[in-house]
């Protein structure tokens, strides 16, 4: 509850459904803070303050991109030089602020200012639109915040990867323009996926960890940086060798750590070498008369649809590659 001594910034964040670390962010990047703070300088939000955050809340999870919204915020704040409030603010809906894994708001049909979007949840359109204008706070700030009320799963599958196949559908069709905008946005949702995997609890370092790498000559490492960073999440290890790894460097990569999987991404058909899951699926280590290999988990879609052999699997999406890797911990 609201007292005219102010509440401190977990508390309001509580009462949002978000963290204080976003909060902490609206303030720094925008003056989204509280009019007056007490004498040890913490933070003390009054009741126009929380309006003001709650009006942030409404319009950001609309779609509005941060910055626009804390200038619309900030105008219904108390003014500065009388300290007389504009009058109450609205709450934000129910649905306005969603929590992790609870049911999302129905999918909308709407533009991403010239990104081809189709039906997708609100938040995508807003990256959609600051990707457009190159505006790459708004983009971290969108992300960060999409993961947050998401989860970082539903944020991957329904937030950024429609964007990002919407960012390669508008380069592929208009003679190359808006290359740009595919490539600032990449790096922005590889940033916030890195993040989210740095960030994750830390695990006993003689845990078996899980080996991910593209294979030779493949370039695209987004989906399994989020793979990487829900396997952080649930608190397990993982050792990230990124794009087109050499074949030597994965089998000694493979022998060296031990590990309980090995995650192979494949984006096109003239990457998948079948033969090299094999082989890295036959790889044993430990000691004689105890030795293991690895799971092999074929991932992306340039795997044939019966390639998996023994000692292999071929997950269907983010959500089940999470589910069989875990299981090897449980």
């Known amino acids: 509850m609201v007292t005219t001594?102010?509440?401190?910034?977990?508390?309001?964040?509580?009462?949002?459904?978000?963290?204080?670390?976003?909060?902490?962010?609206?303030?720094?990047?925008?003056?989204?803070?509280?009019?007056?703070?007490?004498?040890?300088?913490?933070?003390?939000?009054?009741?126009?303050?929380?309006?003001?955050?709650?009006?942030?809340?409404?319009?950001?999870?609309?779609?509005?991109?941060p910055a626009e919204a804390a200038r619309a915020a900030l105008a219904l704040r108390r003014h500065p030089e009388s300290g007389v409030p504009l009058g109450p603010l609205p709450r934000p809906p129910r649905e306005a602020v969603v929590a992790p894994g609870a049911p999302r708001g129905p999918?909308?049909?709407?533009?991403?200012?010239?990104?081809?979007?189709?039906?997708?949840?609100?938040?995508?359109?807003?990256?959609?639109?600051?990707?457009?204008?190159?505006?790459?706070?708004?983009?971290?700030?969108?992300?960060?915040?999409?993961?947050?009320?998401?989860?970082?799963?539903?944020?991957?599958?329904?937030?950024?990867?429609?964007?990002?196949?919407?960012?390669?559908?508008?380069?592929?069709?208009?003679d190359d323009r808006y290359v740009e905008v595919e490539h600032l946005l990449s790096w922005h949702v590889s940033t916030a996926l890195r993040r989210a995997a740095v960030t994750a609890p830390s695990v006993p370092a003689r845990t078996a960890p899980v080996v991910l790498a593209c294979l030779p000559g493949e370039q695209h490492t987004l989906p399994l940086e989020a793979l990487a960073a829900g396997l952080a999440e649930r608190g397990l290890p993982i050792r990230m060798f990124g794009a087109a790894v050499p074949a030597e460097a994965l089998r000694a990569a493979v022998r060296r750590s031990g590990p309980a999987a090995v995650v192979l991404w494949s984006q096109s058909s003239s990457t998948a070498d079948s033969a090299l899951a094999r082989h890295v699926a036959s790889t044993v280590f430990g000691l004689k008369g105890a030795r293991t290999g690895p799971l092999v988990l074929l991932a992306g879609p340039g795997w044939p649809v019966r390639a998996a052999t023994a000692g292999m699997m071929r997950p269907r999406g983010l959500r089940a590659a999470l589910d069989a890797i875990s299981a090897l911990y449980a």
């Open 107 to 174: 999918r909308q049909p709407g533009s991403g200012h010239g990104l081809p979007l189709g039906e997708v949840l609100q938040e995508c359109r807003g990256l959609a639109r600051a990707a457009v204008r190159l505006d790459g706070p708004a983009m971290e700030a969108l992300l960060q915040q999409a993961m947050e009320t998401h989860g970082l799963v539903t944020a991957w599958e329904e937030v950024m990867a429609p964007t990002l196949h919407a960012a390669g559908r508008k380069w592929e069709s208009s």
């Open 5 to 65: 001594a102010g509440v401190s910034t977990g508390s309001v964040a509580r009462r949002l459904g978000v963290s204080p670390t976003t909060v902490r962010s609206w303030e720094q990047r925008y003056g989204i803070g509280p009019a007056v703070r007490d004498e040890g300088r913490h933070r003390r939000w009054l009741p126009g303050d929380v309006a003001m955050l709650e009006e942030m809340c409404r319009l950001t999870s609309s779609g509005i991109p």
